[in-house]
């Protein structure tokens, strides 16, 4: 599959990669489509999986599993989600620009968002065993190690500014997902019966 095939390149090696989609004729409709919606389906299915199926270790409590019901509804959020996080990577991207002397291009902005998202994305596969869902914090930091690199690349930033243009955009994307990781955890414990009740899961 050709977004698969990206994704690999992308994360084996970021920097060619980087230069040769620059000038490629890439729409944000494809980016949003076509792109990230297909690798969104990772940790959205792995959510359902490890939260619903396989359950986290509590010590001497079992294990605890969430409602299936509730997981499906936690993965369409984690799906939802990742497509709404990439499209405000890419306008937090393209909004600071002009102040780290870069130019403004919402295209180019969009297809770093895309790239370096997808590490992070790729890294959710790990949530189907929940204790491993750490490890997909060493994919999100990669793809941070991307954005550094697309930044002088795609946005033209001047290299002086690259390192403090990404430290800007990594805080106001902490603030962003900390607000939607705290939605998506609301509205699926929400969901979830006290401890005794039908539908919450020890085993």
């Known amino acids: 599959m050709e977004q ?3 994704a690999v390149s992308i994360v084996k090696n970021p920097q060619a990669e980087l230069n ?11 980016l949003i489509k076509q792109y990230i919606a ?5 940790p959205a299915v792995a959510y359902i999986i490890g939260m619903g199926l396989v359950g ?9 599993k969430l409602p299936i019901q509730t997981a499906i509804v ?7 989600l990742s497509i709404v996080g990439f499209y405000v990577t890419g306008m ?9 002397a870069s130019k403004q291009n919402e295209n180019q902005a969009m297809k770093l968002a895309a790239y370096a998202y997808t590490p992070v994305l790729l890294g959710g ?37 690259a390192l403090t243009y990404t430290i800007v955009i990594i805080i ?3 603030v962003i997902y900390a607000v939607l990781g705290a939605i998506t955890s609301t509205i699926v414990y929400s969901m979830t019966p006290a401890p005794g009740m039908m539908g919450y899961h020890y085993r």
């Open 38 to 42: 297909i690798l969104a389906i990772i």
């Open 20 to 30: 040769k989609v620059k000038s490629e004729q890439i729409s944000n409709d494809y």
């Open 74 to 80: 936690g993965g369409v959020l984690t799906y939802i």
């Open 125 to 161: 596969v790990f949530n189907i065993i929940p204790i491993l869902g750490a490890i997909g914090l060493l994919f999100a930091l990669y793809g941070l190690y991307i954005l550094y690199l697309g930044v002088p690349l795609l946005m033209e930033t001047p290299k002086e500014n």
């Open 56 to 64: 986290i270790n509590v010590g001497f409590l079992g294990s605890f």
């Open 4 to 6: 698969i095939d990206r």
């Open 92 to 100: 937090v991207i393209n909004i600071l620009a002009p102040n780290f």
């Open 172 to 174: 106001a994307l902490v």
